[in-house]
């Protein structure tokens, strides 16, 4: 499976106050208004989440400091101590940028055999009852 389509929840909630909208990024065209579809409620915020995880510093026009030093630290040697940052590094990313969730859990499991990081991101969406789960895998390019 995938992570860019692990699942589409939707916001059901009577009680929900409002309905998160973005861009869908892979610019596909929606057929019947001839616009770019837009994706809503937890697939908007779940994007937003794995956006931030593979942006770097200075890659957003005119906020250099949205992003994080995670390229960077994949190319350090596998350790505890590094597995143990780049889980604060995550943290710290999504509670000063993504004000729609509110974080349970960052876990990153280093996978040593392929220099890489399976990354599990579970957090709830405002407004939304039910907890969501973003996984990553976070490996060098060169």
């Known amino acids: 499976m995938a992570s860019y389509d692990a699942g589409t929840l939707t916001n059901q909630s009577s009680r929900s106050a409002r309905i998160y ?39 957003k026009p005119f906020r250099p400091e949205v992003g994080s030093n995670l390229r960077a ?25 993504e004000p729609r969730c509110r974080l349970v859990e960052v876990s990153s499991n280093p996978q040593i055999d392929r220099n890489a990081y399976a990354v599990t991101i579970s957090f709830y969406v405002v407004n939304h009852p039910e907890p969501v789960v973003v996984e990553s895998f976070l490996e060098r390019l060169r």
């Not at 990024?25 to 019947?32: K, Y």
């Not at 208004?33 to 890659?59: C, F, G, M, P």
């Not at 630290?73 to 509670?95: G, V, W």
């Open 21 to 59: 909208k973005d861009l869908n990024l892979d610019f596909q065209q929606n057929t019947a208004t001839k616009d770019i579809q837009k994706i809503t409620d937890v697939d908007a915020v779940k994007r937003s989440v794995r956006n931030l995880i593979n942006t770097n510093h200075y890659e």
């Open 73 to 97: 630290m994949l190319f350090e040697m596998i350790s505890p101590q590094m597995n143990h940052a780049i889980s604060k590094e995550i943290d710290l990313m999504i509670a000063n940028y």
